[in-house]
């Protein structure tokens, strides 16, 4: 079983940027579509971002478009999202999610992480 861990998060004034890790023990992280989830006080999770298994697609909310980027390190076990241009509304407890379902169709994870929060002053 995979399991994921985040770090990165931290306090940043709106316009800085953040660098979020996920790094996956275990031999199988390739068998995943990684992704990224977060969720504010008082809503629901939304996704994020999620990249392919070859890391050669990405998938983003349109929130994030163009500020955003997600990559990933196979040999490293490891997928990062790099914020940029943060807002006070990217503040959120962001999780890490792996799903072994097809690309092609929705973002399911069936991994979580335990979160990592990102706090965004004004």
């Known amino acids: 079983q995979v399991q994921l861990v985040e770090s990165g998060g931290g306090l940043v004034q709106a316009g800085g940027s953040l660098r979020l890790s996920c790094a996956a023990s275990?031999?199988?992280?390739?068998?995943?579509?990684m992704g990224w989830f977060r969720q504010a006080p008082g809503k629901e999770r939304e996704f994020v971002a999620a990249?392919?298994?070859?890391?050669?697609?990405?998938r983003y909310v349109d929130s994030v478009k163009g500020r955003f980027t997600i990559s990933s390190d196979n040999a490293k076990n490891t997928v990062y999202l790099q914020m940029n241009s943060l807002k006070p509304e990217d503040t959120a407890v962001y999780y890490c999610?792996?799903?072994?379902?097809?690309?092609?169709?929705?973002?399911?994870?069936?991994?979580w992480g335990r979160g990592t929060q990102v706090t965004v002053s004004s």
């Open positions: 990249i392919s298994r070859s890391g050669d697609s990405t």
């Open positions: 999610a792996g799903s072994t379902r097809n690309w092609s169709g929705p973002y399911i994870p069936d991994l």
């Open positions: 275990g031999r199988t992280f390739s068998r995943y579509v």
